[in-house]
């Protein structure tokens, strides 16, 4: 990526940022109310600038997502985690309008081969990459169609680890 393409990807992130500034308040709302507001057709926002409203119903939205789909790796639903992942990037794509051609050329491959469970984009936007969840046994063909429309990327395929996790500075383990 040249400078230029670099600054201006940047000066892009910085007006979406403050776009949805007043998102910084989401912890002390109850986002029911949001929801509410931000997602039922007919709210009345005209007081929001341009472009603000699907930005910010964007946030709203993927926050109510980002809680979903805990709960659903908890409980090990992964067609519903699916789903979550492709709403997510319609949304990246629609309203934050942060995705670009391409990559939404990868993610509509991911959702046409059969056995994909989800797939969106993932990163700072404007590019970059997608993650897809997909059956093991589809893997293959899913990798394969990928290399066909992106000869010069990388795709390859990793398993789920332990996670996040954290430990008492205080009683670390012992060293063996």
Same mark, same amino acid.
């Given at each position: 990526?040249?400078?230029?393409?670099?600054?201006? &990807? /940047?000066?892009?992130?910085?007006?979406?940022?403050? #776009? $949805? @500034?007043?998102?910084?308040?989401?912890?002390? *709302?109850?986002?029911?109310?949001?929801?509410?507001?931000?997602?039922?057709?007919?709210?009345?926002?005209?007081?929001?600038?341009?472009?603000?409203?699907?930005?910010?119903?964007?946030?709203?939205?993927?926050?109510?997502?980002?809680?979903?789909?805990?709960?659903?790796?908890?409980?090990?639903?992964?067609?519903?985690?699916?789903?979550?992942?492709? &709403? /997510?990037?319609?949304?990246?794509?629609?309203?934050? #309008? $942060? @995705?670009?051609?391409?990559?939404?050329?990868? *993610?509509?491959?991911?959702?046409?081969?059969?056995?994909?469970?989800?797939?969106?984009?993932?990163?700072?936007?404007?590019?970059?990459?997608?993650?897809?969840?997909?059956?093991?046994?589809?893997?293959?063909?899913?990798?394969?169609?990928?290399?066909?429309?992106?000869?010069?990327?990388?795709?390859?395929?990793?398993?789920?680890?332990?996670?996040?996790? /954290?430990?008492?500075?205080?009683?670390?383990?012992?060293?063996?």
């Amino acid at each position: 990526m040249s400078w230029l393409e670099e600054s201006m &990807q /940047s000066a892009a992130q910085h007006v979406r940022r403050s #776009q $949805v @500034s007043w998102c910084s308040i989401l912890g002390e *709302v109850n986002i029911d109310q949001l929801v509410k507001h931000f997602c039922v057709p007919g709210s009345d926002l005209s007081h929001l600038p341009d472009k603000s409203y699907p930005r910010s119903r964007h946030v709203v939205t993927e926050i109510l997502r980002a809680k979903k789909a805990k709960k659903c790796l908890v409980a090990g639903d992964m067609r519903l985690f699916g789903q979550l992942m492709n &709403q /997510s990037h319609k949304s990246l794509a629609d309203d934050y #309008q $942060v @995705s670009c051609p391409e990559l939404d050329e990868v *993610v509509q491959v991911a959702w046409d081969t059969e056995g994909v469970v989800g797939s969106r984009m993932t990163g700072g936007g404007f590019g970059g990459c997608a993650i897809t969840l997909v059956k093991r046994d589809a893997e293959k063909e899913l990798l394969e169609r990928l290399n066909k429309l992106c000869p010069y990327s990388s795709s390859f395929s990793t398993t789920a680890g332990q996670g996040a996790y /954290s430990w008492d500075l205080l009683k670390l383990p012992e060293r063996e």
